[in-house]
């Protein structure tokens, strides 16, 4: 959920940029990839389109279509960065936890060994007759148990999660992504304030 959120984020600055030189010139500016998540469906699809816009909280304040557009541009961007915060969060003390339990699981295996301690339950019964099975099949029952009774160690979150470069702090960069979303806003009007319609339908 937490990706989700930073995923839908990165989406929406995709549509609003459109333009692969403009995505280019966002990760000059900001350090931060956009294509990390990149389908080519993002950008045609009327319908995702219209639900990652409608999810907004609203189209901030502005005189102009432009100035509307820009300062949206800018919220988006905040709460990508927000977003990226809280799932770096999240992923670190995923790790913390994943660590504790592996060192436990290991410490668990040192302590009791189950192959050793099923050779030496065989090693009783090779002391008096057997009513279970023969060898071979105690041999077969035990290392199914010990199958069983094993504690598989997962990979570790940081390989089983994307991690993402840190995106600038907005107040680095206000300048330049405003420039950018006004070159982005000049290259396609129109879409742009279709995007903005979707925002608007919100309320």
Same mark, same amino acid.
């Given at each position: 959920?937490k990706e989700e959120?930073?995923?839908?984020?990165?989406?929406r600055?995709?549509?609003?940029? %459109?333009?692969?030189?403009?995505?280019e010139e966002?990760q000059?500016?900001?350090d931060?990839s956009l294509?990390?998540?990149?389908h080519?469906?993002?950008?045609?699809?009327?319908n995702?389109r219209?639900?990652?816009f409608?999810?907004?909280?609203?189209?901030?304040?502005?005189?102009?279509? !432009?100035?509307?557009?820009? !300062?949206?541009?800018?919220?988006?961007y905040?709460?990508?960065?927000r977003?990226? %915060?809280?799932?770096?969060?999240?992923?670190?003390?995923?790790?913390?936890t994943y660590?504790i339990? !592996?060192?436990d699981?290991?410490?668990?295996?040192?302590?009791f060994?189950?192959?050793?301690?099923?050779?030496?339950?065989?090693r009783?019964?090779?002391?008096?007759?057997?009513?279970?099975a023969i060898?071979e099949? !105690?041999?077969?029952?035990?290392?199914?148990?010990?199958?069983?009774?094993?504690l598989s160690?997962?990979?570790?979150?940081?390989?089983?999660?994307e991690?993402?470069?840190?995106p600038?702090?907005?107040s680095k960069?206000r300048?330049?992504?405003?420039?950018?979303a %006004?070159k982005a806003?000049?290259?396609?009007?129109?879409?742009?304030?279709e995007?903005?319609?979707l925002v608007?339908?919100?309320?």
């Amino acid at each position: 959920k937490k990706e989700e959120d930073l995923i839908f984020n990165v989406c929406r600055l995709m549509l609003m940029l %459109k333009e692969d030189h403009l995505m280019e010139e966002f990760q000059n500016i900001t350090d931060f990839s956009l294509r990390s998540c990149y389908h080519p469906q993002i950008l045609e699809s009327s319908n995702i389109r219209r639900r990652l816009f409608e999810k907004l909280r609203g189209l901030p304040f502005g005189f102009t279509s !432009k100035s509307r557009f820009v !300062k949206l541009f800018l919220q988006i961007y905040e709460d990508l960065c927000r977003a990226y %915060k809280n799932y770096l969060s999240s992923l670190n003390k995923l790790e913390k936890t994943y660590q504790i339990l !592996k060192e436990d699981t290991q410490k668990f295996y040192k302590r009791f060994d189950l192959s050793s301690i099923f050779s030496f339950f065989g090693r009783l019964e090779t002391q008096a007759p057997s009513e279970i099975a023969i060898a071979e099949e !105690k041999d077969k029952i035990y290392e199914d148990l010990r199958q069983k009774l094993s504690l598989s160690i997962p990979e570790s979150p940081f390989s089983t999660f994307e991690i993402y470069n840190p995106p600038r702090d907005i107040s680095k960069i206000r300048f330049s992504l405003i420039t950018l979303a %006004k070159k982005a806003y000049q290259a396609h009007q129109e879409y742009a304030k279709e995007l903005m319609k979707l925002v608007s339908k919100k309320d």
